[in-house]
């Protein structure tokens, strides 16, 4: 039941814990003491070493770790065509400490030119031998955390012509990587998971947005993004609660967008948070098709405490109960650090983590 095609039976969202020397580059570049060009020669270097550690774990997606990026989404969607970034206050609110104050508005028509991301990925498949991995974060990014009140009502006074836009300039971008030879293409869904929220469904009513005519809505979006793809790209969501220095946003289960979920959007696969009780029961796994594979993310990246082996393998012989084993594979539950800061374990704790994913694919599924 080895797989040769992502996602992989041992897999992994995408962001690692940036390493001490390239904390300590981007610290001096943000106060110019060194050029552009030193930060990017530091950056290769620990984003070749972080590829070789992956493989000689024997993991087959490959990142960059997100290693040259500030924030998971921020970094990419700043720089689409009408997109700019501001200091602001959050909306979307952790249960603890807050990332920096950085949000998102439309300036202008939606689209796509070119991204530096592009190059980013064209390093890691340059690299590695193994399958090369690029995460983008979801078009839903855009609205789901601001509302119409991010959106320029002089640029957009009609929504409909929004999502249009923002899908076609998604579109492009997925494109661009396909044309780069990205095949394993991860796009990061958080805000499904938060429509699942009772107290984030009750704010989003309040600024006068509907809980549920939006994930159908999303789910016209991400199809419009992933409707150039290529018949040999694997597209797959990842899906978490929140996560920034090991706290989160939301809570609750996935049954109120189950359905749409997985039988509404044309992806291969999903990461799925499933390390606490905040994401609820394998239930909702029934909606799943034939075709889809769903990661089960067992595993914690917000405690560098080791999960026991056997009670992780208990609980994919629980989701098999909903979901054909073929269809089902093991990741941590979101990256180790989807900001630069990063959760709070040691870089020991996160390798551990991710090789016994690896050992616990190899006794389940007999490989990875």
């Given amino acids: 039941m080895t ?3 992502a996602p992989f039976r041992a897999d992994h969202v995408g962001s690692l814990l940036r390493p001490a020397a390239l904390k300590e580059a981007r610290a001096k570049r943000a106060k110019g003491e060194i050029d552009a060009g030193a930060l990017k020669a530091i950056e290769d270097r620990e984003i070749a070493a972080v590829i070789r ?22 970094d990419f969607l700043e720089r689409l065509d009408g997109v700019e970034s501001y200091e ?28 530096p991301m592009l190059e980013h990925f064209a390093f890691v498949k340059a690299n590695t031998r193994a399958t090369a991995k690029m995460t983008i974060p979801s078009p839903t990014s855009l609205h789901f955390r601001y509302g119409r009140e991010a959106i320029d009502q002089n ?8 999502y249009r836009d923002l899908g076609q300039a998604y579109a492009g971008a997925v494109k661009a990587f396909a044309d ?12 499904f998971a938060y429509l699942c929220d009772p107290a984030l469904r009750e704010q989003v009513k309040a600024r006068g947005d509907d809980p549920d005519t939006l994930p159908r809505i999303y789910a016209d979006l991400l199809n419009a993004a ?14 978490c609660r929140g996560n920034f220095q090991s706290t989160f946003v939301a809570s609750g289960g996935y049954d109120p967008v189950a359905e749409t979920l997985f039988n509404e959007i044309g992806v291969d696969g999903y990461f799925l948070e499933y390390d606490s009780e905040r994401a609820g029961g394998f239930e909702p796994l029934r909606f799943v098709p034939k075709g889809k594979t769903v990661v089960l993310g067992l595993v914690t990246t917000k405690s560098g405490q080791l999960e026991s082996k ?16 073929g269809q089902l594979a093991l990741s941590p539950q979101c990256g180790f650090a989807s900001t630069e800061e990063g959760n709070l374990l040691a870089d020991a704790e996160q390798w551990a983590k ?5 050992d616990i694919a190899r006794d389940v599924w007999g490989g990875v």
């Fill in 226 to 239: 992933i409707s150039q793809r290529p018949k040999d790209m694997v597209v797959t969501m990842h899906l």
């Fill in 3 to 5: 797989r040769t095609i």
């Fill in 310 to 325: 056997d009670a992780i393998k208990r609980r994919i012989a629980e989701a098999a109960k909903h979901l054909d084993l």
């Fill in 88 to 115: 602001g206050e959050r909306k979307v609110k952790f249960q603890g400490p807050q990332p920096k104050p950085v949000l998102l508005r439309t300036k202008g028509k939606l689209g796509f030119t070119s991204h």
């Fill in 53 to 74: 550690r992956q493989e000689d774990l024997g993991l087959k997606g490959i990142t960059d770790g997100e290693f040259r990026r500030a924030f998971w989404q921020i």
């Fill in 354 to 358: 991710l090789e016994m994913i690896v």
């Fill in 180 to 191: 780069a030879g990205c095949r394993y293409l991860q796009i990061d869904e958080v805000n």
């Fill in 155 to 162: 640029v957009y006074p009609d929504m409909e012509a929004f």
